[in-house]
């Protein structure tokens, strides 16, 4: 089944639900008009359908090889991923000073979601790359960043995240890989890293590692851990890929999913590296990197969502079964049965609020940087705090449950992995996992993240949430209204119980509900702000395509909605039904 990029749908999400228009007054962006933005979405469009969709079955089943010590890319991707630099895609929202093109990152995002919607595993290795440019942004020197920047924002090098050992996974403190002074301002770095996204690979001519070690003298725990910039290939006196730098992929790992991309156990093995800003600072220069990668990785959780929607949504319509209460023909067609048009609308109506919470998120990341006022800014920040973590955690259970939902509509035949169903579920399974698991993300969004500004920042929250339900009420919407108030009024009774419980074991137990609570909340919201939108738009203009943004909005109060209170149940109980548990009482 061929895909077919969103471009519609992106361009309302962007413009009428995550307020874009809030860019248009900073200088950094004048000239990025709706006109500009069509057509960047129409060109990614034509790529992502044309080049890459093709390459996405391929990946999977040949996927990336190791041989001879060598990374080689699945086929096709070293050539697509050369036309994609050449064409511009790798350095949208790159500073222009840096070879980029200074365009909003709620647009480079939304150009993200056709890439990984029509290849994820090609999607994989630019999300890298640009979070490795956030990091030696941030935290790098001036000669780091004249070195490297430009090749990383055009694509030219690719970036890696090496954080991941053996004995330590989300937990950092035990990592062990060592960094030894060589004795010239630099560091030789040794020890293995596993799970490395496009950690070696023949699409570019080097590729620049970010690698967690510690110092000799440093102390123990998260503590002193540093960041060393440690490249493929050392660069010579003039900036370019010289000898071969004592770094190299051991082997690449079987996967449950994601196959193109080549995700390598690295050995480092007194690999000339140098040190990223200050010494024993690397966990916070890496969150970072990180933080810009979970927004991406939200947008992946829509982005193969969106694929798995597509397919199903075509499936349904060529596949003849049973009979219909709506039609007269039999077998009528999948897409004419009450519950498979339900499971479409469900996954439909769920992507649409991912996409748009992140979409929102990205525009506030937008305002932080460049934002005219002190003001603006701080408080773009604090909602750029709140959204992230659900950005990345709901948007990506969503990408696993609409990814299921599409096997589902296709029966039988979605289990066979010829019709390529079971391809994007497998693919989807990781995003909850990397960049700090799903739960990870709701501990920090329940604890650190509600806390900011005393906790200002979700009183903001909830306020504005509260004032698009009154518009609701105020545009004849009473069921959309209705419910979101419902939603509005349980995430904030959670709220003051999570805020009580904070460092608790209830906290960390019930922090998952909170988070999803939160995210059908806002999920709700910004359907609210579709149905308000297209509303406006159909008192002046006919369409079938405003009427279903209102139908599915409605959907979505009925089905998501209208049972998220039920969620303070599992909040309330926190740990009671937990901290009595065994091992041997689990066992059998």
């Known amino acids: 089944m061929t895909y077919r990029a969103p471009t519609r749908d992106l361009a309302f999400a962007l413009h009428e639900v995550a307020g874009f228009d809030r860019l248009a007054t900073i200088q950094r962006f004048d000239g990025v008009d709706e006109a500009g933005i069509a057509a960047i979405l129409d060109g990614i469009g034509g790529f992502a359908e044309g080049v890459l969709a093709p390459l996405n079955r391929a990946g999977d089943t040949e996927g990336a090889r190791f041989e001879n010590g060598r990374v080689f890319a699945a086929p096709g991707f070293s050539d697509a991923y050369r036309h994609y630099v050449a064409d511009g895609w790798n350095g949208l929202a790159g500073d222009a000073d840096r070879g ?53 924002v055009s694509g030219e090098w690719t970036g890696t995240m090496n954080l991941t050992e053996s004995q330590a996974g989300s ?3 035990l990592v062990r890989a060592r960094a030894e002074p060589d004795g010239n301002g630099g560091y030789r770095i040794s020890g293995q890293k596993i799970f490395i996204t496009w950690g070696d690979h023949d699409c570019a001519e080097n590729i620049i590692h970010l690698v967690l070690a510690r110092l000799p003298d440093a102390p123990a725990g998260v503590k002193g ?126 992507i649409e609020a991912a996409r748009a919470i992140c979409l929102s998120t990205a525009v506030v990341a937008d305002l932080v940087k460049y934002a005219d006022s002190a003001e603006a800014r701080a408080a773009a920040e604090l909602r750029e705090g709140l959204l992230v973590p659900i950005a990345k955690a709901w948007s990506t259970d969503v990408g696993v449950e609409v990814a299921s939902l599409g096997v589902q509509v296709h029966g039988g035949m979605g289990f066979i992995e ?92 019930a922090a998952t509900p909170y988070l999803t609570l939160a995210g059908n909340v806002v999920g709700g919201w910004m359907h609210g702000k579709a149905a308000l939108a297209a509303a406006a738009k159909l008192a002046v203009s006919d369409s079938d395509y405003l009427r279903t943004k209102i139908a599915l909005a409605d959907f979505y109060a009925a089905h998501v909605l209208a049972p998220a209170p039920g969620l303070m149940a599992a909040i309330e109980s926190g740990a009671t039904a937990l901290c009595g548990v065994t091992p041997e009482s689990l066992g059998t």
């Open 100 to 152: 980029g093109q200074g365009l909003p990152r709620a647009v480079a995002l939304a150009v993200f979601e056709c890439v990984h919607a029509s290849n994820m595993s090609f999607g994989l290795c630019p999300m890298l790359t640009e979070a490795a440019v956030h990091c030696i942004e941030a935290h790098g020197s001036a000669r780091q960043a004249e070195l490297y920047l430009g090749k990383l």
């Open 171 to 173: 937990d950092l403190a």
């Open 225 to 350: 851990i540093s960041l060393f910039l440690v490249p493929k290939f050392a660069l010579d006196e003039n900036g370019k890929p010289g000898a071969a730098n004592a770094v190299r992929p051991l082997s690449i790992e079987h996967k449950l999913g994601i196959h193109g991309s080549p995700t390598c156990v690295m050995s480092y093995e007194g690999a000339s590296g140098e040190l990223v800003g200050a010494a024993n600072q690397g966990v916070a220069q890496m969150f970072t990197m990180m933080n810009a990668a979970r927004l991406n990785v939200g947008m992946q959780g829509v982005g193969i969502a969106e694929r798995a929607y597509q397919q199903a949504l075509a499936f349904s319509l060529e596949r003849k079964q049973g009979r219909s209460p709506w039609v007269d023909d039999y077998p009528a067609r999948l897409f004419d049965l009450p519950d498979v048009r339900r499971m479409l609308m469900l996954m439909k109506c769920k």
């Open 418 to 509: 010829e019709t390529g169903a079971a391809q994007h579920y497998r693919d989807a399974r990781i995003a909850p996992i990397y960049e700090g698991t799903n739960g990870i993300q709701a501990m920090d969004f329940a604890g650190r993240k509600l806390s900011l500004a005393g906790g200002a920042g979700m009183t903001q929250l909830l306020a504005e949430m509260g004032e698009t339900a009154k518009l609701l009420h105020a545009q004849r919407q009473p069921f959309l209204a209705a419910q979101l108030d419902a939603g509005i009024g349980a995430l904030a009774r959670a709220t003051e119980l999570m805020k009580q419980r904070k460092g608790t074991a209830d906290s960390l137990a």
